[in-house]
């Protein structure tokens, strides 16, 4: 875990795993955050070690759990419901049939495991988003 000091006090992130150390900056670590996937360097008076032995998706359902945040494991299916577009999401540390039906918009536009599922299913065409990534196509 990381703890950042900020204005309205310590806010913590993570948990992530030590990658490498930093050879340019002394007491400095490359990590990656086992919720967002994102590598940061961090000064090592920022991180705090999780007691016990754990693996990474233990951790990265605690972390979601913890901060009320939900990671998308995959997109699942997709359907049309009352004429919007719906993705199958599930979420990592979930079972499959926990999964949630979600409208296509801009939040879950520029997830990963949505490109994949288009990859997957490359005649699926995606309405059109204003300032979206996807702006432009025809449904």
Do not use: C
Not at 10 to 21: A, E, K
Not at 110 to 116: E, F, H, R, S, V
Request: hydrophobic share 30%; net charge negative; proline share 5%.
């Amino acid at each position: 875990m990381i703890q950042r000091k900020t204005a309205i006090g310590i806010v913590p992130r993570g948990p992530v795993r030590v990658i490498s150390t930093n050879p340019d900056r002394p007491n400095t670590y490359v990590v990656q955050d086992l919720t967002t996937d994102h590598r940061l360097t961090v000064h090592a008076s920022e991180l705090y070690q999780f007691e016990g032995s754990y693996t990474d998706a233990e951790l990265k359902h605690w972390a979601a759990r913890n901060e009320g945040e939900y990671v998308v494991r995959k997109v699942a299916d997709h359907r049309r419901q009352a004429g919007n577009l719906q993705f199958l999401l599930l979420w990592e540390g979930y079972d499959d049939d926990e999964g949630t039906w979600t409208d296509y918009s801009r939040e879950i536009d520029g997830l990963a495991a949505l490109d994949a599922y288009i990859n997957e299913h490359p005649r699926l065409k995606l309405p059109s988003l204003r300032n979206g990534r996807h702006a432009g196509k025809s449904p």
